[in-house]
């Protein structure tokens, strides 16, 4: 068990084996032939931890004393990173509602990096809301209290219902207001922002796949699916066309598996669309969700 947030250890592969995007500005763009973006979070004024998993924390390697550290809100909503930290936004397209959507990418999700436990597993660390990136396009990159509170509960609850989910670490206040119209109705007004730390071996999604093959650029796609292989399914062996057919047997495996999950405990997800499907079969991206009701015949 780890105490010391300084004493956590990061092997960031995504980061360091992956192309980057040459541009370090971090503005709205059109990004070719890169996996991801550097960015930086936003600094925000009074972070403040509202809640923690336990378990999530134990699984990477930090004890309680540690998650109620002043160090910890101050990691965790992006102000400070550890020594080996590199945060950065993953570039990706997706088909949204039926409709090719081209690039998205993470317009409010950083990641900071991958974290080996003492077990030698790799869990990728993403702040939500933790301010705009080069996918943000237009929008602020933040999220508030009432959303944030669904993705922390649900992500959590998922996982013992026995539901292949990413994880939720922490959530915290940030101490500034984000104007959201919540109903949509015209009438927006501020409400208190917050950052949830989402935890995943890692979080490819389809969408990371599909934009560069709809620009044609298979070198990258290549790279990108071996890269994959190699770290997220090692089982499958070397990479070739062979194996490339398994793998995305396994995929449609895993993916089949989770919406039956879904469908046994009356999950509905609100956007899956291929921007928020996940490679691993991981329910990814708590957003407008639901529940069906109990089923009278």
Not at 15 to 30: I, K
Request: proline share 5%; charged share 20%; hydrophobic share 35%.
């Amino acid at each position: 068990m780890v105490t010391d947030l300084n004493g956590l250890q990061f092997d960031n592969r995504f980061f360091n084996e992956l192309p980057a995007d040459p541009e370090t500005n971090n503005h709205p763009r059109h990004i070719e032939g890169a996996c991801y973006s550097t960015v930086a979070p936003k600094t925000v004024s009074s972070p403040k931890l509202v809640a923690y998993s336990k378990e999530v924390a134990e699984l990477i390697g930090l004890d309680h004393k540690s998650c109620l550290s002043e160090p910890f809100s101050q990691i965790f909503t992006g102000n400070q990173l550890l020594e080996g930290m590199q945060s950065y936004a993953q570039c990706y397209g997706g088909h949204q509602f039926g409709n090719w959507a081209g690039q998205l990418g993470d317009g409010r999700a950083i990641n900071l990096g991958e974290i080996i436990n003492q077990k030698g597993e790799h869990w990728t660390l993403q702040l939500k809301g933790a301010g705009k990136t080069p996918y943000s396009r237009g929008a602020d990159g933040l999220a508030v209290l009432r959303s944030s509170v669904r993705e922390f509960l649900c992500s959590e609850a998922m996982f013992h219902l026995g539901v292949p989910t990413t994880r939720a670490l922490s959530l915290a206040l940030t101490g500034e207001q984000v104007v959201r119209d919540m109903f949509y109705d015209g009438r927006a007004k501020p409400e208190p922002g917050a950052i949830v730390c989402r935890v995943a071996p890692s979080f490819t999604r389809f969408g990371s796949f599909q934009l560069p093959a709809s620009r044609g650029d298979i070198a990258l796609l290549k790279k990108l699916v071996d890269f994959t292989i190699v770290n997220d399914f090692p089982h499958l062996g070397k990479p070739d066309k062979a194996c490339y057919l398994a793998w995305f047997k396994e995929i449609c495996q895993k993916t089949a598996e989770m919406v039956i999950h879904w469908q046994r405990v009356g999950f509905v997800h609100g956007v899956m669309n291929t921007d928020n499907m996940s490679i691993l079969g991981l329910t990814i991206d708590y957003g407008p969700y639901g529940w069906l009701e109990d089923f009278d015949p």
